[in-house]
């Protein structure tokens, strides 16, 4: 057992049989009471996120996650099929598990995986990746009614919004958590 304290972005803790995992955190102090720990959680399953506040020291269970570096291989129907990178032994990982990471994933990517007790919980991408531009309409210098940004579909399949200058075969890159576009890469 751990205490409030301890607590730090990206621990995991177990409350009421549910994994959180810890978004961001703040001590506070006032001038007047005691101190607490303000926090904001989500949930490794489905998603949710809530706002929670711990006493100063009072006891949390931190569960035990191991975070690997995996390379992703391919997908097999609806799972996920992934290499551990020191070991070589593969992992499957469900589509559930997976979710918009699928959006951004390309064959021998790296990734990492939080493991706990032997079933993955959840796949952490790089800030941002570099991806081409499969299809997009050629952008006319006139055409400002969309604000500049044009409908782009990516080589994962997913669709961005782009500069109206970026043609076909242009490779971008992309912010994994929002799904925006960041620039050109040139190489």
């Known amino acids: ?5 301890d607590i730090k ?9 549910q994994l959180w995992s810890v978004l961001e955190f703040q001590h ?16 490794v399953v489905s998603g ?31 799972d996920f099929i992934f290499m551990d990178t020191t070991d070589f032994d593969q992992l499957l990982v469900p589509g559930n598990v997976v979710g918009n990471a699928t959006n951004f994933m390309l064959e021998n990517q790296n990734v990492n995986i939080a493991i706990h ?29 969309s604000g500049g940004t044009k409908p782009a579909t990516l080589e994962t399949g997913y669709q961005i919004g782009v500069p109206l200058f970026v043609d076909n075969g242009t490779k971008v890159k992309v912010d994994t958590r929002t799904g925006e576009y960041l620039g050109r890469v040139n190489e």
């Open 48 to 78: 949710k996120a809530v706002d929670k506040t711990f006493n100063a020291g009072a006891k949390v269970d931190v569960a035990t996650v191991d975070r690997s570096e995996y390379q992703y291989l391919y997908q097999d129907g609806e």
């Open 28 to 43: 506070v102090k006032p001038g007047k009471g005691g101190a607490f720990v303000r926090t904001k959680l989500r949930n």
């Open 117 to 145: 007790e032997g079933a993955p919980l959840y796949i952490e991408l790089p800030p941002s990746v570099t991806l081409e531009i499969t299809y997009t309409e050629p952008g006319l210098q006139g055409d400002r009614s």
């Open 9 to 17: 972005n990206g621990t995991v803790l177990n409350m009421d049989g």
């Open 1 to 5: 057992m751990a205490t409030s304290n």
